[in-house]
């Protein structure tokens, strides 16, 4: 986006700088009538000075460079913005990647076994139903939190993936 911006903003400066030098022009026009006329031929000398270049030329070039400066801080803020949020969201995939490796190793892991003990303490006659219900409520919220982290986790892998790199990188074609 910022590109075609600075692309304007040098080619506003170049010609506010060149309109601090005389210009001259010549034209010639030859205009051919109708019966009752002549034909004519007109001569045109044009010549531009810049006259009071303190009052004119001068703060023009001086707010078109400041133009230039000013698009080159916006992209400047936008790839320090851009960057922030990459590096935001790197460290929610990081934690998104450690929850779901928690999830699966240590808390469903010790939610089946607490299940296997409760089952084998039912199935003896020391174990309430409702504990054995509870604990197979337990582990099943955990498998769904663990598939929602999942989710979430490759929708922003997904997100990483696709988005737009700020500079285009030199080695690849576009």
Not at 82 to 90: G, I, V
Request: a negative charge; charged letters at 30%; proline letters at 6%.
């Amino acid at each position: 986006v910022y590109d075609p911006m600075t692309a304007l903003a040098a080619a506003e400066l170049h010609e506010a700088e060149a309109a601090q030098r005389p210009d001259w022009g010549v034209g010639l026009t030859w205009q051919q009538r109708g019966r009752a006329y002549d034909d004519m031929i007109s001569m045109e000398v044009t010549v531009d000075l810049p006259l009071f270049p303190r009052q004119r030329q001068t703060p023009l070039i001086a707010a078109r460079r400041a133009a230039l400066a000013g698009l080159d801080s916006e992209r400047r803020d936008a790839e320090r913005e851009h960057a922030a949020d990459l590096e935001s969201d790197l460290a929610d995939y990081a934690a998104l990647d450690r929850q779901a490796q928690r999830l699966s190793e240590e808390a469903q892991p010790l939610a089946r076994q607490r299940l296997g003990l409760l089952t084998a303490a039912y199935a003896a006659g020391r174990a309430d139903p409702a504990q054995l219900l509870a604990a197979r409520r337990e582990l099943h919220e955990l498998r769904l939190e663990a598939l929602a982290t999942a989710g979430e986790r490759r929708r922003l892998a997904a997100r990483l993936h696709f988005q737009r790199d700020p500079k285009p990188r030199e080695d690849t074609a576009p």
